[in-house]
């Protein structure tokens, strides 16, 4: 049986992390618009990619050795439908909070898509939190040694309102993603949600 691969929590990351290019990231963005959470194995990466079967290879070995990807011993493979729809989308950003509650707007403060806030409560916050993740931003490009392969991430909190923003850039744009309360984003749902947004509005 041929081996099968999955993408980490920390390849996700370095994929999303800035806005450098660098030739790995658009190949792991390829990687999630295809496959999500979803394994897979080295020739269907290579069909993915359009690359001979031994280059296919060569970029697993890398993505293993950096941590970006990994052997999945699950003993079924999953039977995974990619998120198409923008209500199917929703329901990915709402298990992205433990309290179900999180926006996604593009650099302008615009949203794309939100649950558990109301029309007026969720631009409010996406103004504040694009106001906020730029300001952060700025200061990140300062720093002498900014660790890039960590999502730059900020609070956002008055009264009892808790969240916190996150940019996350596909390509060349950046959105902000509002998490509110508690975040859970080191499950499926994240890999998937950058799925859906490569397949959607394009990584460049």
Partial sequence: MNKQYKLTYNGLVFAIASSDYVSQRLQLFKLLAHFGHAAATVDQISSCLGVS???????????????????????ESIDQKNIDAPNEFEMLLEALSINGKAILADAHGLIIAASGYSKSDSDYIAAIATNLVAISEQAKSRTKNPVDKHLWNTGL????????????????????????????????????????????????
């Fill in 53 to 75: 079967v031994d280059s296919a290879g060569q970029f697993v070995e890398n993505l293993i050795n950096s941590g970006f990807i990994q052997l999945d011993e699950s003993p």
């Fill in 157 to 204: 909190s008055w009264g009892a309102f808790r969240a916190l923003c996150v940019s996350v850039h596909i390509g060349t744009r950046q959105y902000i993603l509002v998490v509110g309360g508690l975040p859970n984003l080191e499950g499926d749902e994240f890999l998937d949600a950058v799925g859906f947004l490569v397949r959607r509005y394009g990584c460049g």
